[in-house]
């Protein structure tokens, strides 16, 4: 499986990039702000690093210091958390992982969500932390009946 690192980056991105003119971090808060998808990073062992203003505005968290630093399993309901903590390690071990889950905003709201797992590795290839991508794909973007 491959990981993404410094060296599978495309030239032309690269290029592209240096022309727009943007330091990489202003490129990289551009592109966060512009996805509406919850995207989150995670240390190898878990740990909540950064998620952006759409991910808070999707999971109705209404300040980054309640999640930050958390375990990403105990944001899910308790009977997922085997499941949501063998993606994850799978994803530590180099693997891209896809899952669909439901797991409630943290005002309650059911949510039916689309999970991506990939490592982030270093020119090493070591992996550094976990790219976490999470699209609502509750119909129609509407509140799950509760069954």
């Known amino acids: 499986m491959t990981a993404m690192s410094h ?3 495309d030239s032309r991105a690269i290029s592209t990039v240096e022309a727009v003119g943007l330091s990489g971090s202003e490129l990289a808060i551009a592109m966060l702000a512009q996805s509406k998808d919850c995207i989150k990073i995670f240390s190898v062992d878990g740990h ?21 630093g958390k375990f990403w399993w105990d944001l899910w309901p308790s ?3 085997t499941l ?3 993606h994850f390690y799978d ?7 896809n899952f669909e889950a439901e797991c409630p905003t943290a005002k309650g ?3 039916l969500w689309a999970v991506n797992l990939r490592p982030l590795c270093a020119q090493t290839g070591q992996v550094v932390s976990i790219l976490c991508t999470s699209q609502d794909i509750t ?3 509407e509140q799950l009946n509760h069954r």
């Open 139 to 141: 119909s129609g973007g």
């Open 48 to 68: 909540l690093e950064f998620m952006n203003c759409n991910g808070l505005n999707a999971m109705e968290i209404d300040q980054l210091g309640w999640v930050i």
């Open 7 to 9: 060296n599978s980056i």
């Open 91 to 97: 994803a530590v071990q180099g693997g891209v992982v």
């Open 109 to 111: 709201s059911r949510r």
């Open 84 to 86: 949501v903590k063998e």
């Open 79 to 81: 009977a997922l958390l």
